[in-house]
């Protein structure tokens, strides 16, 4: 039965690319009770207007199905990401110190200047990490932590002072901490391979308090918002505890300030201990409790600890203890019997084949089917375990992790094995479930565009050519695995990931057109538009007046007040990759016209006495022709 009561939310004048293959394009949608209640013509969608109804003019912008991460750790991430310095997308050592120097200038003792995770010495032009002695220089007085990827954790002199590491500190179980000629740390402590030292250290840092959080964890949404990402797979997290850990996110939910849709799986928090948590968890929660916002999606990405093969290339890869299996099947029968899916961090093949002697073990006794459960990154699976998987009915989550640690894997096993890690067009070949995130906030930056252009070009951020053109995808291919391929991973197919009618009304408009910008230019995209359930959650540019921004950044020395997120974008005074981008985001070109500035396509749609509006005397003789 066709829909004709008024919309709430109608767009036309657009370029959708649906992703719904009976109806691939549109130019109009029509957007009631959250939900899409018409695509098409902007004839028969404008039908739908009322007198109550909003409606917004996209003046020819492509638009796209809202991006939805597969592996995210947004809860933790929210908590603290008020209190971070993010280098994500700062395209030089320089400008990352001289932010550093900024913050540090602002920061209040007791409190540090946390740099974590989400960047790459590899992305700067100098191709480094800054030393212990320029750390020092830039703060003397003031705790500095700046974590690499989970290899490394830089920390200045006031930093180990206040985490009260000296001479007399054990070596950690897995980790190293370097230390000077005379025995004390020297500021740099490695992961070889286990990052629990990192984390543990990172964790003696000052938190902030519950409303700060909250506060928080709405900024971090809305810098994913205005990067078009409208839905996330929480993968847990360590140090992240359930339930004491999820109460700020679970608040805003019930006060229905999400703005991002988001599915959590349970991470376990207690070596040893891993079954009775899951004992635990099943007996008091269940599967797929909550609502369109906010649900329950299963067990992992730690199941159990004996199963962790760390991701560090820089170190030779770690073999499971005997006792892997052991462990593992006694989690896994639990969550088989209590119906979770589960999610399974897994890097090597050699831990994916192990894993799968045990999945193939329970499913003889009670099968997996119907289950959607994964592993996740995968980066050197092999053929014979995608078969494996394939048989079982699983899937596979991968990451853009290899763009962040590409020039590391490589200098480890070579350039021919680096080829097809993952193998993304195989597993795509084979028809097992796949489906792309950024496993944010530290080994890799949230930024989806980042993950769109490695699937696409390739390349690492550092720009080496990781894979053959065999193993990239073509840009519908990589569109799809953020978004209608993510939801077979949070059993929501056929409720987003399209925009299609009854579809979960969430879409993005990008500053430029995806399908037709070079790509060297898709990993610089932003939003100009991000709707979600029918509610604007961040517009900018000529949009902006649709916008409604939460309070400001708590406290008032974040850096997110100052410099804001991906690539230093809110930073006015400084040099980073965003600050010129902000100021086209009115359009997606990169020059301005003298007369119009970058407002092209208001010049384009006045009402003149022209024909050809892109036409020399269309402009009235300005430089918007040339755009």
Not at 53 to 59: A, K, M, N, P, W
Not at 243 to 262: G, K, N, S
Not at 556 to 578: E, I, K, L, N
Request: charged share 25%.
């Amino acid at each position: 039965m066709v829909d004709t009561r008024t919309a709430d939310l109608i767009l036309h004048r657009g370029l959708f690319t649906t992703l719904n293959r009976a109806q691939p394009t549109a130019s109009a949608v029509a957007i009631r009770d959250g939900r899409f209640q018409r695509v098409g013509n902007d004839h028969d969608v404008m039908a739908l207007a009322g007198p109550g109804t909003r409606v917004i003019d996209l003046r020819g912008r492509r638009v796209l199905p809202g991006l939805i991460d597969n592996h995210l750790h947004l809860i933790r991430g929210g908590l603290n990401f008020n209190m971070e310095l993010r280098w994500d997308g700062v395209r030089s050592l320089a400008d990352a110190m001289a932010m550093l120097k900024r913050q540090v200038d602002l920061t209040p003792a007791p409190q540090w200047v946390r740099v974590v995770g989400g960047f790459t010495e590899h992305q700067f032009a100098e191709k480094r990490l800054p030393t212990l002695e320029e750390l020092n220089a830039v703060a003397p007085d003031t705790p500095v932590f700046i974590l690499h990827l989970y290899d490394r954790a830089l920390l200045n002199g006031a930093a180990l002072r206040a985490v009260g590491y000296d001479r007399d500190t054990p070596e950690p179980p897995g980790g190293q901490i370097l230390r000077d000629a005379a025995g004390n740390p020297s500021g740099l402590l490695l992961a070889k391979p286990n990052a629990s030292i990192l984390y543990a250290t990172l964790a003696k840092g000052p938190k902030l308090p519950v409303e700060y959080q909250a506060n928080s964890t709405r900024h971090f949404m809305r810098e994913l918002n205005r990067l078009g990402v409208t839905g996330a797979l929480d993968a847990g997290g360590g140090f992240q505890n359930y339930p004491e850990d999820y109460q700020v996110i679970e608040q805003l939910a019930r006060d229905r300030q999400l703005t991002i849709r988001l599915a959590y799986n349970l991470f376990t928090q207690k070596p040893k201990q891993e079954k009775e948590d899951f004992l635990r968890w099943t007996a008091g929660s269940k599967y797929k409790q909550g609502d369109e916002y906010f649900r329950h999606n299963g067990a992992g990405e730690m199941l159990v600890f004996s199963a962790a093969d760390f991701e560090d290339f820089r170190q030779p890869r770690p073999d499971m203890g005997p006792g892997m299996e052991d462990d593992l099947e006694e989690v896994v029968r639990v969550l088989v019997q209590n119906r979770w899916p589960w999610r399974m961090h897994a890097t090597y093949d050699e831990t994916i084949s192990r894993a799968l002697d045990v999945f193939e073990r329970v499913n003889q006794d009670t099968p997996l089917a119907g289950l959607n459960w994964f592993f996740d990154h995968a980066e050197t699976i092999s053929e014979q375990s995608m078969d494996r998987v394939a048989a079982l009915g699983g899937g596979i989550a991968v990451q853009h992790r290899m763009a962040y640690q590409g020039e590391y894997f490589v200098e480890r096993y070579g350039i021919c094995a680096a080829a097809a890690t993952p193998p993304v067009s195989r597993l795509i070949e084979k028809g097992i479930k796949v489906s792309a995130g950024t496993d944010a906030t530290r080994v890799a930056s949230y930024n989806p565009w980042v993950s769109l252009s490695w699937l696409i070009t390739g390349k690492t951020v550092g720009g080496l050519q990781l894979y053959p053109h065999r193993n990239c995808l073509d840009r519908e291919a990589a569109l799809r695995m953020w978004t209608e391929n993510v939801t077979w991973f949070s059993n929501e197919e056929g409720q987003k990931g399209r925009i299609e009618a009854g579809q979960l009304a969430d879409l993005l408009v990008p500053d430029r057109d995806f399908f037709a910008c070079a790509e060297s230019d898709i990993a610089d995209t932003t939003s100009l538009l991000t709707v979600v359930g029918g509610r604007v959650v961040y517009a900018a540019g000529e949009f902006q007046p649709f916008d409604e921004p939460p309070p400001p950044a708590m406290p008032d020395w974040s850096p997110v007040r100052r410099f804001g997120g991906y690539g230093g974008w809110g930073d006015a005074d400084g040099a980073p990759m965003q600050a010129a981008l902000r100021r086209d985001a009115a359009c997606a070109c990169s020059r301005a016209c003298g007369m119009h500035g970058h407002e092209h396509a208001n010049a384009w749609t006045r009402s003149l006495p022209v024909s050809d509006l892109k036409g020399f005397w269309g402009a009235l003789g300005c430089a918007c022709w040339a755009v």
